[in-house]
C-alpha cells in the first residue's frame, strides 16, 4: 500500500510563506496542514494540483458556542481531509487531555475528517521503561467509544515526544525501533477499534533518514514537521 507523508507546518510560517510553500507543493503526493487562518487561501492555491490539504486541530463539535474554535464541518467543506489530533504540542503546552482528543475524534469523524490521532511517550516514560503502557493508556483513553466504518478512517501517529526536533537534545528513534512500537500500536488499537488502522512515524525525520523510516513494513508513512517548511527537503522525502 502507498506510503502517506504528511507536512504539519505547526506555527511556524507567516501568512505570505505559508502559500507560497503551498504553490511549491502543489504536485506532490502528500498532505499539507497549515495554520487555521491560512487554510482557505492555501486551498485556493492548490486546487487542481495532487497535493492534498489537512488541518492540525479542530473543535469538539459541529456547531457550538466555542470562542475561538474552528468546526470540523466547515473544514470538511473548505476541502480539507485530515485533521491532526492529540499533538504532544496541544496536550503539554496547551493542556489538553484525552476526553477533549476524544471527543474531537468524534466530532471530525462525524464531518467526514480523517483523524490522525498523535500518540507519544515523554522522555521520563522512555527511561522508566514504561512506554508500552503509557501508549496503550493513551490509546485507549482516546480511543473510547469510537467507532470507524473503515480502516481508512482514522490514522495514527506515532510520535515520541524526545524524538521531536524542537525538544531539547532531540534524537530520531531507530527505524527498527520504531517499527517495533508500531506493531504494538497496531494491536492495541486493533483491539480497541476492532479494525487495523494504518501508523505514521513522526519526529525529527528529514530527507535523509526517511529512506529507511518507510522502507520498514509497518510504518505506513511520515507525519513530518521542520523537515516540511523546507520545499526540496519536503519534495526529498516524498519522493
Ligand atoms: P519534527 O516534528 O519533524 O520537527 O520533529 C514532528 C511533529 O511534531 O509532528
Known amino acids: 500500500m502507498k506510503k502517506i507523508i504528511i507536512a504539519n507546518w505547526k506555527m511556524k510560517l507567516p501568512y505570505a510563506d505559508s502559500l507560497k510553500l503551498a504553490r511549491s507543493c502543489r504536485r506532490l503526493e502528500a498532505v499539507i496542514c497549515p495554520d487555521h487562518l491560512s487554510l482557505a487561501a492555501v486551498a485556493g492555491a492548490i486546487k487542481g494540483g495532487r497535493v492534498r490539504l489537512g488541518a492540525q486541530d479542530c473543535a469538539p463539535e459541529e456547531r457550538a458556542a466555542l470562542t475561538g474554535e474552528v468546526s470540523p464541518a466547515d473544514l470538511r467543506k473548505l476541502g480539507v481531509r485530515h485533521v491532526i489530533l492529540g499533538h504532544s504540542e496541544r ?130 508513512g511520515l507525519l513530518v514537521g521542520a523537515a516540511s517548511l523546507d520545499y526540496s527537503e519536503f519534495k526529498a522525502i516524498c519522493s
Open 91 to 220: 496536550r503539554q503546552q496547551l493542556h489538553e487531555n484525552s476526553i477533549i482528543i476524544n471527543r474531537k475524534i468524534q466530532a471530525a469523524l462525524a464531518a467526514g475528517l480523517i483523524p490522525v490521532l498523535c500518540v507519544g511517550e515523554k522522555a521520563e516514560v522512555k527511561r522508566a521503561g514504561i512506554t508500552a503502557e503509557y501508549i496503550g493508556d493513551e490509546l485507549r483513553r482516546a480511543l473510547k467509544g469510537i467507532k470507524i466504518a473503515s480502516p481508512h478512517d482514522l490514522l495514527i501517529a506515532y510520535e515520541p515526544i524526545w524524538a521531536i526536533s524542537t525538544v531539547r537534545k532531540a534524537k530520531p528513534l531507530a527505524p527498527a525501533a520504531a517499527a517495533q512500537m508500531h506493531a504494538f500500536i497496531r494491536r492495541e488499537a486493533k483491539k480497541i477499534l476492532s479494525r487495523e488502522v494504518r501508523i505514521l512515524y513522526g519526529g525529527s525525520v528529514r530527507s535523509e533518514n526517511a529512506p529507511a523510516f518507510l522502507a520498514e513494513k509497518e510504518i505506513d
